[in-house]
C-alpha cells in the first residue's frame, strides 16, 4: 500500500489502522465471492473481520465505498494486461504466441477477480459512471495497444487500409472481456479451458493480422 490512508474524517492512519482497513477489504472481497453485492452488510463484513461496524465506518462510508477500493486496486492491476502486448510482435510464430500470451493473461485476471469484476459489471450497465470508468480503466489500455499494433501492420502493408484499428481492437478487446467473465459457462457447454484458450486466440490472431497463425 502505497501513500497515506486517511479515515472517513480525514485522519491519516498509523500502520495498525492500515491493516485493519486492508483487512476488512480482503474479508469483503472474500463475501462477494459467496454473496451477492448487495446482501453483503457492514456488520457482517466487520464480525468477519473480527472488528465492529464503527471501525468499518472510520475507513469507508458504506459497503459500496469498500467495494468500489476494491475495484480501483483491480483496475491499477488490470492496466499491466498491456504489457503483455508492449514490444510483441504479431508476425510468424511470434505473431501466434503474442496472441496466445494475451489470451492467457485475460483469462486469468478474470479468474483470478472474478467476484469483483461481476459487481463492477453490474455497476456499470446500470449506468452509475464510477464503475463504468473503473471498467473502462482496465479495457482501454489494452485497447490503445492493439490498436496501435493494427497502425503498424497497415503501414507495413500486411493489413488493409479500410480497416479501423480502433475499431477493430475495441471489438477484439469486447469479445476476449466477455468471454474471460463466462468461462464457468462454457464448461457448462463441454468446452474445456484447454480447448477455449486456442480457439480465442485463434480468434485474436485472426482479428489483428487477418491471417491464420503460423504455428
Same mark, same amino acid.
Given at each position: 500500500?502505497?501513500?497515506?490512508?486517511?479515515?472517513?474524517?480525514?485522519?491519516?492512519?498509523?500502520?495498525?489502522?492500515?491493516?485493519?482497513?486492508?483487512?476488512?477489504?480482503?474479508?469483503?472481497?472474500?463475501?462477494?465471492?459467496?454473496?451477492?453485492?448487495?446482501?453483503?452488510?457492514?456488520?457482517?463484513?466487520?464480525?468477519?473481520?473480527?472488528?465492529?461496524?464503527?471501525?468499518?465506518?472510520?475507513?469507508?462510508?458504506?459497503?459500496?465505498?469498500?467495494?468500489?477500493?476494491? +475495484?480501483?486496486?483491480?483496475? @491499477?492491476?488490470? &492496466?499491466?494486461?498491456? $504489457?503483455?502486448?508492449? %514490444?510483441?510482435?504479431?508476425? *510468424?510464430?511470434?505473431?501466434?504466441?503474442?496472441?496466445?500470451?494475451?489470451?492467457?493473461?485475460?483469462?486469468?485476471?478474470?479468474?483470478?477477480?472474478?467476484?469483483?469484476?461481476?459487481?463492477?459489471?453490474?455497476?456499470?450497465?446500470?449506468?452509475?459512471?464510477?464503475?463504468?470508468?473503473?471498467?473502462?480503466?482496465?479495457?482501454?489500455?489494452?485497447?490503445?495497444?492493439?490498436?496501435?499494433?493494427?497502425?503498424?501492420?497497415?503501414?507495413?502493408?500486411?493489413?488493409?487500409?479500410?480497416?479501423?484499428?480502433?475499431?477493430? +481492437?475495441?471489438?477484439?478487446? @469486447?469479445?476476449? &472481456?466477455?468471454?474471460? $467473465?463466462?468461462?464457468? %459457462?462454457?464448461?457448462?457447454? *463441454?468446452?474445456?479451458?484447454?480447448?477455449?484458450?486456442?480457439?480465442?486466440?485463434?480468434?485474436?490472431?485472426?482479428?489483428?493480422?487477418?491471417?491464420?497463425?503460423?504455428?
Amino acid at each position: 500500500m502505497t501513500g497515506q490512508v486517511r479515515t472517513v474524517d480525514g485522519r491519516v492512519a498509523g500502520r495498525r489502522g492500515q491493516a485493519t482497513r486492508q483487512k476488512l477489504l480482503d474479508c469483503l472481497s472474500e463475501m462477494l465471492s459467496s454473496s451477492p453485492y448487495r446482501d453483503v452488510k457492514v456488520i457482517d463484513v466487520a464480525r468477519r473481520a473480527g472488528t465492529s461496524p464503527a471501525t468499518f465506518y472510520q475507513y469507508f462510508p458504506d459497503v459500496e465505498g469498500a467495494v468500489l477500493e476494491i +475495484a480501483e486496486q483491480m483496475a @491499477a492491476e488490470g &492496466a499491466t494486461l498491456t $504489457s503483455l502486448l508492449e %514490444g510483441r510482435s504479431w508476425v *510468424g510464430k511470434a505473431g501466434w504466441q503474442t496472441a496466445q500470451d494475451l489470451v492467457d493473461g485475460f483469462l486469468e485476471f478474470w479468474r483470478k477477480n472474478d467476484a469483483i469484476l461481476r459487481v463492477v459489471d453490474l455497476g456499470a450497465a446500470e449506468g452509475d459512471k464510477r464503475f463504468y470508468k473503473i471498467r473502462m480503466k482496465i479495457l482501454n489500455s489494452v485497447t490503445n495497444s492493439l490498436s496501435e499494433a493494427v497502425k503498424e501492420l497497415q503501414a507495413k502493408g500486411r493489413v488493409d487500409k479500410d480497416v479501423s484499428p480502433g475499431a477493430l +481492437a475495441g471489438s477484439l478487446v @469486447a469479445m476476449l &472481456a466477455s468471454v474471460s $467473465s463466462h468461462q464457468k %459457462g462454457f464448461q457448462s457447454w *463441454g468446452v474445456k479451458q484447454a480447448e477455449l484458450k486456442p480457439n480465442l486466440a485463434l480468434l485474436v490472431h485472426l482479428g489483428i493480422t487477418g491471417k491464420k497463425p503460423t504455428k
